[in-house]
């Protein structure tokens, strides 16, 4: 099969889908690979390193797109690439297909079949870790009096006590934010719905950290005395209500910070709305907001290494078997195809936007082999099946 890894075009995103090593591994394998030029030049990887590693250096996004039948790339498809997306072209990146539904009218216009990555990590995306780490030290940054913080210092000095964070959301983005603030000395709380998580984390901590289940009502009961709101929680794209308003931020001191890392829109927070690197942070009702999208590009060069270590078995995958096979083999890159030659096949999108859908398995007829099973990406269901 033909590859292409593509320059990523986001604002403020360096990081690349692959690195030159992940570059020979598909080469070994018998594939041919073309890397857009300066792909991997923002995450330390220059064009001499891939062309070493068996690829060719393809000048423009047009030339990858004309040859490759497979193609990757880390963030969503920008509206300029729209006119790339043809039938005969397969793309995995992270569409986030629920939240935009003009990306996603151009994907099934074009009859291109799409993978959305996000989805597709079996143990979880190396770049939600990032993201909650770096999330916290940008949390720390924004604390900071020269950014409009209120000054406090996270484990704070002799004689002024530390900071106190709250984290919403126990999965893998909070434990990233939660593993940085406690080493560091903060006074953390986190508020799950999964009581399980909390036990767990209660103990991986041997109780030294707070955990509370959360409700609006409770998160509203120790706003006053917190300094640092991290949010985490993945909110479900039909609700229409908050876990905290913009009224409520009026309960926090002048300077206090709020990180929202998941970024939803809509989201859990309704003062939240996307910034980037260059100009991250605003103020609503005395609050320090940072609510950058992409924060892992901030580490480009470690979440790349990270993130294509862990993409290069389900590339390598579907460069081998074929996408049939690949789903059939592995139910995470099953449940991530998300559209095939014009039908909408991933459940979230389809409930979230009213478009009618068919199974994976369905759409590539493999319904009756013995699938690698796979739990749904999300609690959102729709029975608005395409009628065949």
């Known amino acids: 099969m033909i590859f292409g890894v593509l320059k990523d075009i986001k604002e403020g995103e360096n ?52 040859k490759c039948e497979f193609l990757a790339k880390v963030k969503e498809i920008e509206a300029s690439e729209y006119k790339y997306l043809k039938q005969g072209k397969m793309i995995y990146c992270c569409i986030h297909p629920a939240g935009h539904p003009e990306e996603m009218q151009a994907i099934l216009d074009s ?31 924004s604390m900071l009096t020269i950014n409009g913080g209120k000054g406090k210092f996270v484990g704070g000095f002799a004689g002024a006590p530390g900071m106190n964070v709250l984290i919403l959301g126990g999965g893998i983005v909070g434990q990233g934010a939660l593993s940085v603030l ?8 986190v508020m799950d719905i999964n009581i399980g ?62 990180v929202d890392i998941s970024n939803d829109d809509p989201g859990a927070i309704e003062s939240s709305h996307e910034t980037h690197h ?3 942070r605003y103020v609503v009702n005395g609050v320090v907001h940072y609510c950058v999208s992409n924060i892992p590009g901030a580490v480009a060069h470690s979440t790349t290494v990270a993130l294509a270590a862990e993409t290069l078995p389900m590339l390598l995958n579907i460069l081998n078997n074929g996408l049939a096979e690949a789903c059939v083999r592995d139910g995470f890159i099953r449940r991530s195809l998300t559209a095939y030659e014009g039908i ?17 398995e369905d759409a590539l007829n493999i319904a009756d082999r013995k699938l690698d099973p796979a739990p749904p990406a999300t609690t959102t269901r729709s029975t608005n099946f395409i009628k065949k």
Not at 114 to 139: M, V, W
Not at 182 to 189: D, F, I, P, W, Y
Request: net charge negative; glycine share 8%; aromatic share 6%.
């Open 182 to 189: 406690h080493a560091l000395g903060a006074n953390v709380t």
């Open 197 to 258: 998580c909390l036990k767990m984390l209660g103990d991986k901590y041997q109780n030294k950290i707070n955990t509370m289940f959360c409700t609006q009502e409770t998160i509203a009961s120790v706003l006053p005395q917190t300094d640092m709101v991290i949010n985490c929680v993945k909110w479900p794209k039909q609700r229409k209500d908050f876990l905290i308003t913009k009224e409520m931020l009026k309960l926090m001191e002048p300077g206090s910070v709020l």
């Open 15 to 66: 990081r690349v889908i692959c690195t030159p090593v992940e570059v020979a591994s598909i080469v070994a394998a018998g594939h041919t690979v073309y890397v857009q030029k300066g792909a991997g030049v923002g995450a330390g990887f220059p064009d001499e390193k891939y062309a070493a590693a068996g690829a060719t250096i393809a000048d423009t996004a047009a030339e990858l797109w004309d």
């Open 111 to 141: 009859k291109c079949i799409a993978i959305t990555a996000e989805d597709s990590h079996r143990y979880g995306s190396p770049n939600c870790e990032a993201a909650g780490k770096q999330g916290a030290l940008f949390g720390l940054e």
């Open 278 to 280: 260059d100009n991250p």
């Open 344 to 360: 909408l096949t991933h459940e979230e999108t389809s409930a979230i936007q009213n478009r009618p859908w068919m199974k994976p």
